[in-house]
């Protein structure tokens, strides 16, 4: 039994993606409205990225730049490798656990239940192949 755990865990670790990414858990925003952030820089250049989420005006952009510069720092880093040959390869956001709160009213009703939503954000970048 013992030996098909360990052959499992093997297999798992050839199967681990090898490119560097980050993660930011727990963000105090909707999911959606980081997609439409995401979603702009999907399959750019790091750095080009990094110069378009800098500008943009929308909320999800200042945690999507995070966890972005995370992503690129444990690139060169952890990896060895140069923000210049990097791109966005994969980029989402799921959604996260809700704090649920609610609205009292009168007579001792609670009328409305506000659902404060979380998301957990993804970047994974990957070298880009040099054209020959």
Do not use: W
């Not at 704090?99 to 659902?115: A, I, K």
């Amino acid at each position: 039994m013992a030996t098909r755990i360990r052959q499992k865990a093997e297999k798992r670790a050839e199967n681990r993606d090898k490119r560097p990414y980050a993660v930011a858990r727990g963000v105090r925003m909707s999911s959606s409205k980081v997609r439409i952030v995401l979603d702009e820089i999907r399959g750019k250049k790091a750095n080009e990225a990094v110069a378009i989420l800098s500008y943009m005006p929308q909320t999800g952009a200042a945690e999507a730049l995070k966890v972005l510069k995370s992503a690129i720092a444990n690139a060169e880093n952890n990896k060895g490798l140069s923000s210049d040959n990097l791109y966005v390869a994969e980029c989402y956001a799921n959604g996260g656990s809700m704090m649920r709160r609610v609205q009292f009213r009168g007579r001792g009703r609670v009328d409305n239940r506000v659902l404060k939503r979380t998301c957990h954000i993804t970047i994974i970048l990957d070298e880009q192949k040099e054209a020959k």
